[in-house]
């Protein structure tokens, strides 16, 4: 019976966190990247979308290979008071997803309004 309690209740509890315990798992952090990226005021919207567009051709320059794996992926970034990129999520795994990902982490994207703020890049080469 304290079983079944224990599942109803985690199941309750809110957002699902990482394995590891120490932040939310890929669905959690796209979810928030979703809320936090439609919570700004158009004017901070439009200048995160610019500098995610900056950072994207940066990263796909520095992850270009003659073979590239054109599948689709997305990262997900978890931002610092200071515009850090401090954690990363991915799904896909492609390299060039791969390398995305590695890419973005440390660089600066917007000072957010509040910490943590949570935003990401979808790619795919589909029509």
Do not use: H, N
């Not at 590891?20 to 995160?48: C, I, R």
């Amino acid at each position: 019976m304290k079983f079944f309690a224990l599942i109803a209740l985690m199941a309750l509890s809110g957002p699902v966190w990482s394995e590891t315990g120490l932040g939310p798992d890929y669905a959690v952090a796209k979810t928030l990247a979703d809320q936090d990226e439609a919570s700004l005021a158009p004017a901070e919207s439009a200048s995160l979308r610019e500098l995610q567009g900056k950072l994207l051709g940066e990263a796909v320059a520095a992850c270009a290979t003659p073979t590239p794996d054109l599948s689709p992926f997305v990262v997900v970034m978890e931002l610092g008071p200071d515009g850090k990129v401090v954690r990363t999520w991915l799904e896909g795994s492609s390299l060039l997803g791969m390398c995305f990902r590695k890419y973005v982490a440390g660089r600066t994207l917007i000072v957010p309004s509040r910490v943590p703020f949570y935003t990401s890049i979808e790619l795919s080469f589909s029509k």
